[in-house]
C-alpha cells in the first residue's frame, strides 16, 4: 500500500473522487424528482379517468332507462302496424293499408283503381260535353 504525504496508510487525498460521487447523488436524486413527477401526473390522469368513469356508471341507468324506452316505442309501433284483421292472427294486407301514416306519398292499391275510375269517368263526360257542343255549332 501507498502511503499518504501526511503518513497514514490507507487514506487518499484526492478529491476528485469524493465530488464524482456527489454528482451522481445530484444526477440520481434529479432522476427521482423526474420520476415522482411522472408518478403524480399518471396519478392526476387516473383520479381524472376515475371520476369520469364514476360519473358514466352514475348515468349509466338512465341511458338503460332510456334504451328500454325506446325499444318499448318500437314494440308499439310494430304491434300497431302488423294488426290482424281476424282474432285468428292472419296478417293484414299492406297494400291495401293506409300509408299516409309513414309520410309516403305513394296510393294503395284500391286507391289507385279509385282513380282510374274516376279518371275514365270525367273524360267521358267531357267526350260527351264536347259531342254535344260540335252537334250545336252546325
Do not use: N, Y
Not at 324506452?69 to 302488423?82: G, N
Not at 284500391?110 to 255549332?137: D, H, T
Amino acid at each position: 500500500m501507498a502511503t499518504s504525504p501526511s503518513g497514514r496508510r490507507g487514506q487518499k487525498t484526492s478529491s476528485a473522487p469524493r465530488s464524482r460521487p456527489v454528482a451522481s447523488l445530484d444526477e440520481d436524486r434529479l432522476r427521482i424528482e423526474r420520476d415522482l413527477q411522472e408518478l403524480r401526473r399518471k396519478e392526476a390522469e387516473l383520479r381524472r379517468l376515475e371520476q369520469l368513469k364514476r360519473k358514466e356508471m352514475e348515468e349509466l341507468p338512465k341511458k338503460i332507462a332510456e334504451r328500454e324506452k325506446k325499444q318499448r316505442e318500437l314494440i308499439k309501433m310494430r304491434a300497431v302496424t302488423t294488426v290482424t284483421d281476424d282474432s285468428f292472427g292472419r296478417l293484414r294486407d299492406k297494400r291495401h293499408a293506409p300509408l299516409r301514416r309513414s309520410g309516403s306519398g305513394r296510393m294503395t292499391l284500391p286507391e289507385q283503381r279509385a282513380a282510374r275510375v274516376q279518371f275514365l269517368l270525367l273524360c267521358g263526360v267531357l267526350a260527351f260535353i264536347l259531342i254535344m257542343l260540335w252537334k250545336s255549332i252546325r
